[in-house]
């Protein structure tokens, strides 16, 4: 049996990747494709304890706090699920997660302006979740970009979360933190280009449609398909 593929859907706030998440999972399906799903943070596990704190506030500013003590509360929550997820990988299957290492990798290390700085937190985190704890290296981070004050006024959209009775968590209530998330996605794809791979969710200052972002994810996603076959039809 054929090792499975690492598939995770990451994006700015806003950009929509619950919606487009759910849908992929549903064309993998629709093709034959034997698919595990992880959304993160995993708010209902008790693995997202201080992550759930964090976002409310309850340990102070976000950019107070720093860019490491914050990444350790979710790398622990992603550790929490990292043996179900290689063993998923293991059996073959088609792994799909909304969110994983790329968020901190972007709402964290935008808290950090100095490029040799954020190259050294970059190092860290990587060390620590893929060499430390062994939790499984995505095949591909696909990024949805949408621009902040576009994002900010979709997530106001949003129905209400279990982690926060809040309309804008820590993050999504500050627009300076989320402006500059959007640019630490963009240098991810840029830095990274094998791992993170963007999508403009915005052409011309209006938003795509939903099945537009569907159809170039999609083909994001069979790029790194091609030598799994479905086994079901």
């Known amino acids: 049996m054929s090792r499975g593929v690492f598939i995770v859907i990451e994006g700015s706030d806003g950009s929509g990747k619950g919606t487009q998440f759910k849908l992929i999972a549903k064309r993998l399906i629709d093709a034959g494709y034997e698919i595990a799903t992880y959304d993160f943070p995993q708010y209902s596990q008790d693995s997202s304890y201080f992550v759930r704190e964090y976002l409310n506030g309850n340990y102070g500013d976000a950019n107070e706090l720093g860019a490491y003590g914050p990444s350790l509360f979710f790398t622990l929550d992603r550790y929490q699920a990292a043996q179900s997820i290689e063993k998923n990988l293991a059996d073959g299957k088609i792994v799909l997660s909304n969110r994983f290492i790329g968020s901190n990798m ?8 100095d490029k040799v700085q954020l190259k050294k937190y ?7 979740e893929f060499n430390i704890l062994n939790i499984p290296r995505p095949d591909i981070n696909i990024i949805l970009l949408v621009p902040a004050k576009v994002g900010q006024k979709l997530v106001d959209r949003k129905a209400k979360r279990t982690y926060t009775d809040k309309k804008r968590d820590i993050h999504e209530a500050d627009i300076n933190h ?3 998330a959007v640019a630490a996605y963009e240098h991810l794809c840029s830095q990274f280009p094998k791992e993170f791979v963007p999508i403009q969710c915005v052409k011309n200052n209006k938003l795509l449609t939903i099945s537009k972002i569907t ?16 086994t079901s039809h």
């Open 106 to 113: 972007a709402h964290q290390g935008q808290k950090i302006d």
């Open 122 to 128: 970059y190092d860290w985190l990587r060390n620590i």
């Open 178 to 180: 989320l402006t500059r």
């Open 215 to 230: 159809d170039l994810v999609w083909r994001k996603v069979e790029s790194v398909l091609i030598t799994t076959q479905p």
